[in-house]
């Protein structure tokens, strides 16, 4: 699509009026731009920074129903989440890996009939295809008991999903795109004014300013939700969002020895804590609950969090992790919907809700509010249900059932895929291929194009980086800078020394 003219359902080629523009390319964002290109509108959304470079990519990294909020009562927004669980494991099987958890039962913790109860509702409360149900552990048995303190002889075992999230949000970003929409990275919304019943919106990106109209507007920016609500014109100013940011931090560490299963550690405030298996040989301890009023993007991790964090597993595993084991932290911040019921921050509602301003002869403009990356799809299509009413007509719903790119495995699922891709590629090792195919699914071919071996991939950046990755990423995947590359659209910089990611960083700089 051209920036001169689009094509919409409705109006064929006709002068730049986008039916939709969204501000913010995190999931929420990209979701929302997925959905409404896939019914035929014409989007384009916009995003500051890069895609997921916010909260999308500072998740624990969970698709899951969230067994914690059973105990706030939100068993709408859980049963919600069990269902996209199933959904997002059948769309995107690539990077949503099933992953067991086990919940030790500690002194001054819940008490087992609650836990019991809390899981026969988790098992129950939506339909479990492809997700084993929840059973009673014997840790002095069980394998799972091993890197456990001796004490703790008793627990449970229930089943959620892995995510990479910072790739379920270019993924999505890439399955707009492929249906027409827009993308536009390091690209600011500066401001918006109504014009005629169109939205007129000033966009910054690195080649200066330029305006866009749009017949309707999405605000999903996010922790700053307010501060893109301050840039439309003053006069259909609203009172302020009911928002509350709440910073959430993880560690990363080499793997706790012997902890192949993702662990919930209860703390005796009631809060938890999970240490889950990440990157093969790392493990991923978070997260904290901190109310927070700075700038977004400065948010990191406090000395005092960490400590929280490494306290908490030092009371469930026998060789835990000290301050000296800490490889790579990161802080995000949670935009959550506001709705005055509990001053404690951990307790705040993960529930979503929307806000429409749509007043005589003035465009609309829904403004996305909490949410979690489970919901996102649902998130979506929610918006465009209230949005309906002030669009053009527009096919219907359709992203329950469509493949995320690359996620049409087909027989065997991801195991399945790997076997066929190695037998396909003798020329390579297995384990290289296993890790493309978790990142790229069945798009795995297009990255390796003709390559027989990793020699033919150009350059070896380290950390299992190609120069023909990084090409791929520039060209489809809207990588623009090192990080994206090293920290977002792969986890490459991880696996590389200090010095080999400076070396990196040099060269992906020269191949953007
Ligand atoms: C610590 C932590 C752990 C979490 N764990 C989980 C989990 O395990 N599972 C789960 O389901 N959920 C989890 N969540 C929640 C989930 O991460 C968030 O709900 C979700 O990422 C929010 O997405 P978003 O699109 O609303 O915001 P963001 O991802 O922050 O995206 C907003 C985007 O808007 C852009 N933007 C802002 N202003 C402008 C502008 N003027 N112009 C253009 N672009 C702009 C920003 O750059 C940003 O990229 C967690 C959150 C945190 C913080």
């Known amino acids: 699509m051209t920036s001169g003219v689009v094509k919409s359902l409705h109006g064929n080629v006709g002068p730049m009026i986008y039916d939709l523009v969204v501000v913010g390319g995190g999931i929420n964002g990209v979701g929302i731009a997925e959905d409404a290109a896939g019914r035929g509108l014409s989007v384009l959304l916009a995003e500051m920074a890069d895609l997921g470079g916010a909260t999308s990519s500072r998740s624990s990294k969970l698709i899951h129903g969230g067994l914690r909020y059973l105990e706030h009562f939100e068993f709408r927004l859980v049963r919600e989440a069990l269902q996209e669980r199933e959904i997002l494991l059948a769309k995107a099987p690539h990077i949503v890996w099933p992953q067991r958890f086990v919940l030790p039962q500690a002194a001054g913790g819940r008490s087992g009939l609650l836990l019991r109860t809390g899981l026969f509702l988790y098992d129950h409360l939506g339909k479990r295809r492809r997700i084993p149900a929840s059973s009673a552990l014997d840790l002095n048995r069980d394998p799972a008991g091993w890197p456990l303190r001796p004490e703790l002889t008793r627990g449970f075992a229930y089943w959620d999903c892995r995510v990479d999230d910072a790739r379920l949000v270019v ?53 700053w939700v307010q501060s893109v609500a301050d840039a439309v014109d003053a006069r259909y100013a609203h009172a302020r969002e009911p928002l509350r940011l709440v910073k959430g931090s993880h560690v990363v560490v080499p793997r706790i020895e012997g902890a192949e299963d993702a662990y919930l550690c209860q703390s005796p405030d009631g809060r938890v804590v999970f240490a889950i298996p990440f990157e093969e040989r790392f493990t991923l301890i978070g997260t904290t609950d901190i109310p927070y009023s700075g700038d977004p993007a400065a948010a990191a991790i406090s000395p005092e969090e960490e400590d929280y964090l490494l306290d908490l597993t030092r009371s469930f595993f ?30 705040v509602t993960r529930e979503y809700r929307f806000e429409l301003s749509a007043q005589d002869g003035v465009p609309p403009l829904l403004t996305v509010l909490g949410g979690k990356l489970t919901t996102y799809r649902r998130l979506a299509e929610a918006a465009l249900l209230k949005l309906a009413p002030h669009l053009p007509p527009m096919k219907p719903a359709w992203t329950a059932s469509a493949p995320l790119p690359g996620g049409d495995l087909g027989e065997g699922g991801l195991k399945g895929f790997i076997v066929r891709l190695c037998a396909k590629r003798p020329g390579f090792d297995p384990a290289f291929l296993g890790r493309l195919a978790r990142r790229y699914g069945t798009l795995t071919d297009e990255v390796l194009e003709k390559a027989r071996n ?59």
């Open 171 to 223: 993924l999505n970003a890439r399955a707009a795109a492929d249906k027409g929409a827009v993308i536009e990275t390091r690209t600011r919304v500066e401001s918006i004014i109504a014009v005629d019943g169109v939205w007129r919106v000033t966009l910054k990106g690195r080649d200066g300013a330029r305006e866009v109209r749009a017949r309707a507007l999405v605000n999903a920016a996010g922790p």
């Open 318 to 347: 026998s060789r835990p992790p000290t301050r000296g084991d800490i490889v790579w932290s990161y802080a995000g911040v949670r935009p959550l919907y506001d709705d005055k019921a509990t001053d404690d921050a951990s307790s």
């Open 454 to 512: 990793v020699a033919d991939l150009g350059a070896s950046l380290g950390g299992g980086l190609s120069e023909r990755e990084v090409n791929y990423l520039v060209a489809q995947e809207w990588a623009r800078e090192p990080d994206d590359v090293l920290w977002r659209r792969t986890k490459c910089g991880l696996h590389m020394t200090a010095d080999e990611r400076l070396a990196a960083a040099d060269r992906i700089a020269k191949l953007l």
